[in-house]
């Protein structure tokens, strides 16, 4: 029986040269990532995505030195032991850290990785499903605080590239929100999908033009406008719109999303797979959010690795909604990382036949954006 030989995991960044894309968390000016792997003893290699965590070198010592070492010589195969084995000694034991958490979730995707190519499978069939494509929304780190007329010009180029939907960045000012927000919807007419992510910078002073400028512009969803505890604002908001509400990408683990969903709050989940737990973790935020008639549009990261790992979640779960795509100009963890090209098609995503998620790294890559200590986002910028 193969067993876990090593954990290690290293961060890259990749510093922005050009305009700084701005947005509700400030100013964005590099790209970072963690990568993680997880070795078995006959030298078979998985490969997974945690997030940042706005602290990326602190987050690849938690997941080598902290959580890693506990684990060589578990069986990789072992996912629910190893999970609620990391979970009883540095999640709960220490309050729902999101720290340990963002770690957990890149060995586990590691070690789904690792199993699909032990056993020669795709995750999507070790999850129990096959193989199919889901729509795509044009997301990420894209359409931030622009003049309107750049707006434009951007969502005509994502339109031309076969998107039918698309993520607007508001939070700057309700004022400044409504305007670029209608002339989007002015210009390019029903035929779009206009979700808006405020990044948890609204309060409820503001609801009565938020409401009003997304029903106005039949908003798709609108994301995240209070900050991740207030679930009272969540449900309130609920009541006083039509529009569906998604949130998700900074919950951590089951028992957060259970709180989440019994508060009435969202009606759209966007958990992360490298921030709340993992694909394990994933698989059984989805079930719980389908008990619930709720719809999943998981938020995806950083790197080739996690829109991966999406992309096979959603082959599986039967509330799948849309995957989003990060269509970032600047994003070599995305367009150069894996060997192979990965990623959406004329508006579409699937994942790949290849044993695990089907992502092999160019080492070369890697060894060209090491990392750079510091927060990616900067306040004011």
């Given at each position: ?19 700084i894309?701005?947005?509700g ?15 078995a ?7 997974g ?5 706005q ?5 690849a ?13 578990d069986?990789p195969f ?53 193989k ?17 007329g ?6 005509a180029?994502?339109?031309s590239e076969?998107?039918?939907a ?11 929100d ?48 209070f ?7 969540y449900a ?8 569906p509400?998604a ?8 028992q957060?999303?259970?709180?989440l ?17 993992g694909?394990?973790e994933?698989?059984?935020i ?7 008639h ?5 938020h ?10 999406n992309a ?8 799948a ?8 100009k ?50 004011g910028k």
């Open positions: 029986m193969v067993k876990i030989a090593s954990v290690k995991a290293s961060a890259h960044s990749c510093p922005f040269e050009g305009p894309v701005r947005m968390l400030g100013g964005n000016i590099k790209r970072d990532f963690v990568l993680v792997r997880v070795r003893d006959d030298g078979t290699e998985g490969i995505e945690a997030h940042h965590g602290n990326l070198t602190a987050m010592e938690i997941i080598e030195k902290g959580l890693g070492s506990l684990i060589v010589g069986d072992d996912s629910e032991g190893i999970w609620a084995k990391l979970s009883r000694q540095q999640v709960v034991t220490h309050g729902l850290g999101a720290g340990s958490v963002i770690g957990l979730s890149g060995i586990d995707n590691a070690l789904w990785d690792l199993k699909g190519k032990l056993l020669g499978q795709p995750v999507y069939r070790l999850l129990g499903g096959s199919r494509r889901t729509r795509a929304y044009a997301g990420g780190l894209s359409l931030g605080f622009k003049d309107p750049e707006l434009e010009k951007e969502v180029q994502l339109m076969g998107y039918t698309i993520k607007m960045r508001v939070g700057d000012t309700v004022k400044k409504a305007e670029r927000v209608g002339h989007i919807r002015k210009i390019f007419g029903d035929t779009l999908d206009i979700a808006v992510d405020a990044a948890t910078r609204y309060t409820q002073l503001d609801l009565p033009e938020v409401i009003k400028y997304c029903e106005a512009n039949r908003v798709y969803w609108l994301e995240e406008p900050t991740p505890d207030n679930h009272i604002a309130e908001l609920r009541k006083r719109t039509a529009i509400i949130a998700g990408e900074n919950h951590y683990t089951r957060a999303f259970r709180d969903f019994e508060a009435r709050a969202i009606v759209i989940c966007q958990a992360d797979p490298t921030k709340a737990g694909l394990t994933l698989k059984k989805s079930d719980m959010a389908a008990a619930w709720l719809h999943m549009a998981p995806t990261s950083h790197s080739v690795l996690s829109a991966a790992v096979h979640l959603l082959s599986v779960i039967p509330n909604l849309i995957y989003e795509a990060d269509v970032a600047v994003n070599p963890f995305r367009t150069d990382l894996a060997t192979e090209p990965f990623g959406v098609v004329n508006g579409y995503i699937e994942p790949k036949d290849a044993p695990g998620f089907g992502i092999q790294v160019n080492e070369t890559v890697l060894k060209a954006y090491p990392a750079v200590p510091g927060p990616c986002y900067i306040p």
